[in-house]
């Protein structure tokens, strides 16, 4: 296992920002950066055993501080969206950022996106590398204060990106507070098996262990419905390409599936297949839902490497609690109270 660390610039109120590198003797690897614990690129093997980056990103600091739309980071205080931006606990009404905005005029509705307008992805995390004969990765953590972003209570964060020698990539969070707060943390890679900036993922496989959904309305929240996918676009219960059913949607997919869950601890949630690469990648998780969404606003924004990034060019699986259950009581509960441990485990397993 090899890991590497080297500077990767300063934002723009001077703070440092530190590359971490990590790759195993398979020639699967990783890059973060503190700023976000933002995940640069993920470089995986293809079937010839050619490696390439398989996550859309940026090559500079400011293009992450300017125009990312959350490419690798870490998300947070609340992954995915929140109605109106507020929410009731313990009968006291809390008011957060509106960031994400629909329509014009008088007829605009906003909701809270991603932690807000500071969210996790906009940090500078203290990280930590760590190497053994088996794996090697970084830890990350962060403190984020009773009020920031609106949000209730200190919450004390650590994560781990780990890269195994038999090539799995995991995401760990862990977090305690010392008031009850929501809490929904997740990575928001943006996958293209077929190499960042290669064309839409379209025709890439997808095969969901999921047999529920969660609709949503026209501003994307849920409506409080859990539905079968059965006879829907969005049954992926066996394998299909991103495709073949995205144009009965408008936009695209932009939904929150419901895992299959065990009671056991790890749950496969997704199988994905490039049949161009031969790169195929599984994801396990303790979390009950997984947000699948088909790149459907990328624009053909220029990206890495002079590439670009055009709609469906990627797609993100970001697995956490449903959208807007700070809101939906029947939803699985996303409350963190003091003397409780916030646990997540995501992993990726490449082949």
Not at 122 to 134: D, Q
Not at 257 to 263: A, F, H, N, T
Not at 328 to 343: A, D, E, K, T, V
Request: a neutral charge; hydrophobic letters at 30%.
């Amino acid at each position: 296992m090899k890991i590497g660390t080297s500077h990767y610039g300063k934002t723009k109120d001077g703070k440092s920002v530190t590359l971490y590198s990590v790759e195993n003797s398979r020639g699967l690897g990783f890059r973060a950066i503190s700023y976000g614990a933002t995940l640069t690129e993920v470089n995986v093997p293809d079937r010839e055993g050619k490696s390439d980056n398989v996550i859309l990103g940026f090559d500079t600091l400011e293009d992450y501080q300017e125009r990312s739309p959350y490419f690798g980071s870490l998300v947070g205080r609340f992954a995915n969206r929140i109605a109106g931006g507020t929410f009731v606990l313990d009968g006291k009404q809390y008011s957060l950022a509106c960031n994400d905005k629909y329509g014009a005029g008088e007829q605009a509705v906003a909701n809270h996106l991603h932690g807000g307008n500071v969210g996790f992805d906009k940090v500078i995390w203290k990280a930590r590398p760590f190497r053994s004969a088996e794996a090697a990765g970084v830890r990350w953590s962060y403190t984020s204060r009773d009020g920031e972003e609106g949000y209730p209570g200190t919450l004390k964060i650590t994560a781990a990106y780990t890269l195994s020698e038999s090539g799995e990539l995991s995401f760990e969070y862990w977090a305690r507070t010392d008031k009850p707060t929501p809490v929904n943390l997740t990575n928001h890679a943006y996958w293209n098996l077929a190499g960042a900036g290669s064309g839409t993922v379209l025709e890439q496989e997808l095969m969901f262990n999921c047999p529920f959904y969660v609709p949503v309305g026209p501003t994307l929240m849920p409506t409080g419905e859990v539905l079968s996918v059965k006879g829907t676009p969005f049954d992926f219960t066996s394998p299909k390409s991103i495709g073949k059913d995205i144009s009965r949607l408008e936009g695209g997919y932009d939904h929150c599936l419901v895992v299959r869950q065990s009671g056991e601890g790890l749950d496969l949630v997704c199988r994905a297949r490039d049949p161009k690469s031969g790169r195929t990648m599984e994801i396990w998780t303790t979390k009950p839902g997984v947000q699948f969404y088909s790149g459907n606003f990328l624009t053909g924004q220029p990206g890495a490497k002079g590439k670009s990034y055009p709609k469906h060019g990627a797609f993100a699986l970001e697995t956490e609690f449903f959208p807007d259950s700070v809101n939906i009581s029947h939803f699985p509960s996303c409350i963190l109270r003091p003397g409780q441990l916030y646990h997540h485990l995501t992993r990726h397993r490449f082949a």
